[in-house]
């Protein structure tokens, strides 16, 4: 399919862009946070909340083994993955209070699953579509798990090969996924722009025939709203209610001022996109007569011959158009014509009578 629906909303190709506020681990497990965050993505336009439902024991075991230590040149470096995610952990207690209140807002909400456990939470939830991150698409166990459900599937793409890829896809589609979603993903926190590859959004559409989106996590806007351009039917950005309010993911996550004009950036993205389009349009109209033409620049007398003195192409455009003045220099005017006057044939003795 060339769209996907999640909550009546279609998705895709020719539908206005789905923006995701993630909450991810912004919410610093104060759901009265998580409850402002949610309230704050709707009042700045996103389309959609997203979650995260895993604990630190779904997502790996507790070790200090080094291999179990982030380090890089991450946010994280130091911790340990079970540390991490002990601390970027959502109660699912709070997961169905969030949804509901969500519901009454009128902003979708939906999550990444990890694991069997965090599935069939999620649909005792009911939420309205899955997403798989870029860590989890090699879970191929995952992904037909999650497309079992028949429900829409957002799979980000970071660190994949197209190979990759094609397998998760490919999985998906034979456990019944109908309604798939890409997301081009560069996994680095924060990625530096240069290594988005945002051109690698209309390839992936056209490798698989489904709409591609983007997961972003550069700082600022300007990444996601020119994604739009190549054709990206979802952004998702990592948002927090302050940046000053530390936590897991803050220094990467946008605040809602930055949201709002993400959104409003994009709508006039949206707009300017347009279609493929020659000629007058309806707001060239008032401009159309500023256009250049011929005009007499100089006081002409009956019988005096056109010249580049005395006729030239200026603006506005109320004289004959530019692509005749070859032909009138060296001819003869049919009457006196005062200087600022639009040159017509029948200012021109030769197409007088024909005039």
Same mark, same amino acid.
């Given at each position: 399919?060339?769209?996907?629906?999640?909550?009546?909303?279609?998705?895709?190709?020719?539908?206005?862009?789905?923006?995701?506020?993630?909450?991810?681990?912004? +919410?610093?497990?104060?759901?009265?946070?998580?409850?402002?965050?949610?309230?704050?993505?709707?009042?700045?336009?996103?389309?959609?909340?997203?979650?995260?439902?895993?604990?630190?024991?779904? +997502?790996?075991?507790?070790?200090?083994?080094?291999?179990?230590?982030?380090?890089?040149?991450?946010?994280?470096?130091?911790?340990?993955?079970?540390?991490?995610?002990?601390?970027?952990?959502?109660?699912?207690?709070?997961?169905?209070?969030?949804?509901?209140?969500?519901?009454?807002?009128?902003?979708?909400?939906?999550?990444?699953?990890?694991?069997?456990?965090?599935?069939?939470?999620?649909?005792?939830?009911?939420?309205?579509?899955?997403?798989?991150?870029?860590?989890?698409?090699?879970?191929?166990?995952?992904?037909?798990?999650?497309?079992?459900?028949?429900?829409?599937?957002?799979?980000?793409?970071?660190?994949?090969?197209?190979?990759?890829?094609?397998?998760?896809?490919?999985?998906?589609?034979?456990?019944?996924?109908?309604?798939?979603?890409?997301?081009?993903?560069?996994?680095?926190?924060?990625?530096?722009?240069?290594?988005?590859?945002?051109?690698?959004?209309?390839?992936?559409?056209?490798?698989?025939?489904?709409?591609?989106?983007?997961?972003?996590?550069?700082?600022?806007?300007?990444?996601?709203?020119?994604?739009?351009?190549?054709?990206?039917?979802?952004?998702?950005? +990592?948002?927090?209610?302050?940046?000053?309010?530390?936590?897991?993911?803050?220094?990467?996550?946008?605040?809602?001022?930055?949201?709002?004009?993400?959104?409003?950036?994009?709508?006039?993205?949206?707009?300017?996109?347009?279609?493929? +389009?020659?000629?007058?349009?309806?707001?060239?109209?008032?401009? *159309?007569?500023?256009?250049?033409?011929?005009?007499?620049?100089?006081?002409?007398?009956?019988?005096?011959?056109?010249?580049?003195?005395?006729?030239?192409?200026?603006?506005?455009?109320?004289?004959?158009?530019?692509?005749?003045?070859?032909?009138?220099?060296? *001819?003869?005017?049919?009457?006196?014509?005062?200087?600022?006057?639009?040159?017509?044939?029948?200012?021109?003795?030769?197409?007088?009578?024909?005039?």
């Amino acid at each position: 399919m060339t769209f996907i629906e999640i909550n009546g909303r279609y998705i895709g190709p020719g539908y206005p862009v789905y923006i995701v506020a993630e909450m991810s681990a912004n +919410h610093n497990q104060d759901f009265d946070r998580a409850v402002a965050i949610i309230r704050a993505a709707k009042d700045s336009g996103a389309d959609a909340i997203k979650l995260q439902t895993f604990s630190a024991d779904t +997502h790996t075991i507790k070790s200090e083994k080094r291999c179990f230590r982030i380090e890089g040149g991450t946010p994280w470096d130091g911790s340990t993955l079970y540390d991490l995610y002990r601390e970027a952990y959502m109660p699912w207690d709070w997961q169905p209070k969030l949804k509901e209140i969500a519901d009454n807002l009128g902003i979708d909400l939906f999550s990444s699953a990890v694991d069997s456990t965090s599935v069939e939470f999620l649909e005792m939830v009911d939420i309205p579509a899955y997403k798989i991150g870029s860590f989890e698409i090699v879970d191929l166990g995952l992904i037909r798990e999650v497309a079992r459900t028949g429900k829409p599937l957002i799979m980000a793409t970071g660190m994949c090969s197209l190979s990759e890829i094609e397998e998760a896809v490919q999985t998906a589609r034979d456990a019944g996924a109908e309604q798939i979603v890409l997301l081009k993903c560069t996994s680095s926190y924060p990625s530096l722009p240069e290594d988005i590859n945002l051109r690698t959004i209309p390839h992936l559409a056209e490798a698989f025939q489904i709409p591609v989106g983007l997961s972003d996590h550069t700082n600022g806007i300007s990444v996601p709203v020119a994604s739009v351009v190549l054709g990206a039917c979802i952004i998702e950005k +990592h948002f927090t209610l302050s940046r000053s309010d530390k936590g897991p993911d803050s220094t990467f996550s946008i605040e809602p001022q930055e949201l709002k004009a993400l959104v409003k950036e994009v709508r006039t993205v949206e707009k300017a996109l347009g279609g493929v +389009h020659y000629g007058l349009s309806k707001s060239e109209a008032r401009s *159309h007569v500023f256009r250049r033409s011929l005009f007499v620049v100089k006081n002409v007398g009956k019988g005096q011959t056109f010249t580049s003195k005395n006729v030239r192409s200026i603006r506005p455009g109320n004289g004959l158009h530019p692509r005749y003045l070859e032909e009138i220099l060296g *001819h003869c005017a049919s009457q006196d014509i005062e200087r600022g006057t639009p040159l017509s044939w029948n200012l021109v003795a030769e197409w007088e009578a024909v005039e």
